[in-house]
C-alpha cells in the first residue's frame, strides 16, 4: 500500500484560469474533464488529485508534468471520484501492483486537499 496527498489554495488555480485564459488548463486537463466545464473548485481538487497520485507512485510534479494527462478523475453515479491512469502512469501502476486506487478530494474555504490510498 502507498498514500500520497496534496493540497492547494482555490485561489491560484483560478488565477492561473484567469491569467492564461484557461491556455494552462491544457496541461492539467484531460479532454473529458475540459469539457464537464468545471469551476475552479473542482478543477483544484483534480489537480490536487493527480498530484497526489504522482507523490503516491513517487514521482511528484516536478517530475511528471507530463504525466498529469495520463491521469483522468471521473466520478460514479453518485459522485464519488476514481482515477483512471494510461501511458506511462499506467505502466508504473502495473509495475508497483497497484489494482486499486481509492481517492478522496475535500474543501473547505479557499483549500482543497485530495488523498489517494494504492492497494
Known amino acids: 500500500m502507498v498514500i500520497g496527498t496534496d493540497i492547494i489554495k482555490i485561489s491560484r488555480i483560478k488565477t492561473l484560469i484567469d491569467r492564461e485564459n484557461g491556455n494552462a ?8 474533464e475540459r469539457a464537464m466545464k468545471k469551476s475552479s473548485h473542482s478543477i483544484a481538487g483534480i489537480f490536487a488529485a493527480k498530484e497526489a497520485l504522482l507523490k503516491a507512485f513517487g ?12 491521469i483522468e478523475v471521473k466520478h ?26 481509492e481517492l478522496s478530494i475535500s474543501h473547505d474555504g479557499d483549500y482543497c486537499v485530495a ?3 494504492c492497494l
Not at 514521482?59 to 495520463?70: A, K, W, Y
Not at 460514479?76 to 476514481?82: A, C, E, Q, S
Request: glycine fraction near 10%; hydrophobic fraction near 40%; aromatic fraction near 10%.
Open 25 to 32: 488548463l491544457d496541461f492539467i486537463l484531460t479532454p473529458h
Open 76 to 101: 460514479d453515479p453518485y459522485g464519488k471520484p476514481f482515477i483512471i491512469t494510461s501511458g506511462i502512469v499506467k505502466e508504473i501502476q502495473e509495475n508497483k501492483e497497484i489494482r486499486n486506487i
Open 115 to 117: 488523498f489517494v490510498v
Open 59 to 70: 514521482v511528484g510534479f516536478s517530475r511528471g508534468l507530463g504525466r498529469l494527462l495520463e
